[in-house]
Nanobody
Framework: QVQVVESGGGSVQPGGSLRLSCAAS????????MGWYRQAPGKERELVAT????????NYAESVKGRFTIARDNAKNTVYLQMNSLKPEDTAVYYC??????????WGQGTQVTVSS
């Protein structure tokens, strides 16, 4: 059974940093892409960043470019999101998304990020 488990959320002051981690397990199939999405209260879920299977291609939301960095460790089927210069508007539940070859895509349970003074 596929499992997608996030960690690393928390509370931070504006300008601070957090690092999210997401580990995927439970299948032998290869991962096509991994990514992070977020959902703030009263808003729709939105893309934050994605990274391809080879890690050669990344994509970022305009609002996080230059502040967030996505990376992955293929040996561990783990994706990371380094978030710097955090702003109050980054407050949201962050979800990890994993797209597998043949077996489809899966979501983590979400981790809360709160940016407040």
């Amino acid at each position: 059974q596929v499992q997608v488990v996030e960690s690393g959320g928390g509370s931070v002051q504006p300008g601070g940093s957090l690092r999210l981690s997401c580990a995927a397990s439970g299948t032998i199939f290869s991962i096509k892409s991994m990514g992070w999405y977020r959902q703030a209260p009263g808003k729709e879920r939105e893309l934050v960043a994605t990274i391809s299977g080879s890690a050669r291609s990344t994509n970022y939301a305009e609002s996080v470019k230059g502040r967030f960095t996505i990376a992955r460790d293929n040996a561990k089927n783990t994706v990371y999101l380094q978030m710097n210069s955090l702003k109050p508007e980054d407050t949201a539940v962050y979800y990890c998304h994993v797209d597998y070859v043949l077996v489809g895509d899966y979501w983590g349970q979400g981790t809360q990020v709160t940016v407040s003074s």
